[in-house]
Structure formats: C-alpha cells, structure tokens
C-alpha cells in the first residue's frame, strides 16, 4: 500500500455534466475526508467518513455534492450538474490518528 | 469556529540560510494539535511537523522546528539549513476536535529556495 490514491487525476467536463471522483485510502485507515481547494488558497473541507457513515458535511458542500464510502473503503464524491464555479482540486485524506495522509487530488475544471 | 491565518503569501530564502514562517489561529479547544503541512508543486501534501498544546516544548524534527507561543496562539515554522527540496507551498492547520483530518488549513505561504 503506497498511500492514498485518486483517480481520475484530472478531470474535463462540460458545464451541466456529472462527475465522479475515487479515493482510495490508505488501507487500515478508517476515517476518510473529502477538501476543495481552489489555487492559491488553503483546502477547505468538505465531508469526512468514520467507516462507512458519513459524520459532517460543511455548508461548502451542497446538494449538488454526494459522498459515499461503501464498505468503509473506497469513496466517491460525485458532482452533478456542474457548474464553472466548482473548477478546483479536490483532495482526499485518510487517517488512524492524528496525521492525515493526502492523496495528489483530483483536479476538476468545467468548461 | 476555528482560523488559522497566514500573513506571508510569499518568502524567499537562500538555500542553507534559515527562514521562518508566521501562523495565528484562534480555537475555543482547550487541548489541541496544529500542525504544518508542506505541498510541492503538482504533489501530495504532507506532514512537516505537529505540536500538541499542553506540551509546553517547542517541536522539532530534523531541520524543522516550531516556536508555539499557546497564550498568543502563535505557532510559527522555523526552517534551518533551507534546502532546494524545501521549495512549496506551506500551510499551518489546526484540526477539529478529535477529528484530526478535519482540518480548518491558513491561506498558505509559497516558499522559494534560491541557489
């Protein structure tokens, strides 16, 4: 296991489209966080998982935004009707204790 | 609610010079972590180094150091013998709660390393 994982790395998409995104954590970790962060600026969080339930989603992530961690591995977050606003990388993070491992991102940009 | 502030958008430093990056935050937690993270161009961030509140000795790691001034909440990034690996982006964040990948991350500081 070489570390967190995220696929597609980058991402094209036409305004209105859907997408959806993977990360796959390190594996013995249980908790599992979705960020946004647009260039120049900090990552903002956006969702994190304890297993397979889903404890928090920031006000950042609205209904157009759906995370899912079945089985308490992998996660999708996934965009719909997307919008040029939601142009950024998106990162996620795994983590047993106190650090969080990051992934390289998926970089989004809608056209 | 948690800040973390980052007055430095960009420094500079000579490569084996030392150099030092400023972070402010505010919490209502009594006990807590902050950490740096280091983010290369194009690759993963990663973990430079932590400090947890209630230990009164500044953290070190390597090159790498902090000066955590708890009643100031002042938690700066001291960088010895700079290296040109050490060139990227550095962000202070401070978890929340006992979620520590939750995350509440400054605006960032752009290091640059020069020959």
């Known amino acids: 296991d070489t570390g967190v994982s995220q696929n597609p790395r980058h991402k094209i998409t036409k305004r209105g489209q859907n997408v959806t995104f993977r990360c796959d954590p390190i594996?013995?970790?249980?908790?599992l966080y979705w960020y946004r962060q647009t260039l120049g600026q900090g990552p903002e969080f956006l969702t994190y998982?304890?297993?397979?339930?889903?404890?928090?989603k920031s006000r950042l992530l609205s209904d157009r935004f759906s995370a899912e961690r079945p089985k308490g591995s992998f996660s999708t977050l996934e965009i719909q009707r997307t919008e040029q606003g939601d142009s950024a990388m998106y990162l996620c993070?795994?983590?047993?204790?106190?650090?969080?491992?990051f992934g390289q991102g998926t970089r989004l940009t809608v056209v | 609610a948690q800040t973390v502030t980052q007055s430095q958008p960009e420094m500079s430093v000579q490569e084996a010079e030392t150099v030092t990056l400023s972070c402010t935050y505010d919490?209502?937690?009594?006990?807590?972590?902050l950490f740096w993270y280091k983010q290369p161009p194009s690759r993963q961030m990663i973990l430079v180094i932590r400090?947890?509140?209630?230990?009164?000795q500044n953290a070190t790691e390597n090159r790498f150091s902090v000066n955590f001034q708890k009643a100031a909440k002042s938690f700066s990034l001291k960088i010895s013998d700079s290296q040109l690996g050490d060139a990227a982006m550095y962000f202070c964040?401070?978890?929340?709660?006992?979620?520590?990948?939750?995350?509440?991350f400054g605006q960032g500081t752009i290091l640059t390393v020069h020959p």
């Open positions: 993070a795994s983590s047993a204790g106190t650090e969080a491992f």
């Open positions: 594996s013995e970790h249980n908790r």
């Open positions: 998982f304890q297993n397979e339930a889903q404890l928090e």
């Open positions: 919490t209502s937690e009594s006990d807590y972590y």
């Open positions: 400090q947890e509140a209630y230990k009164q």
């Open positions: 964040a401070i978890p929340g709660g006992t979620s520590y990948g939750k995350l509440t």
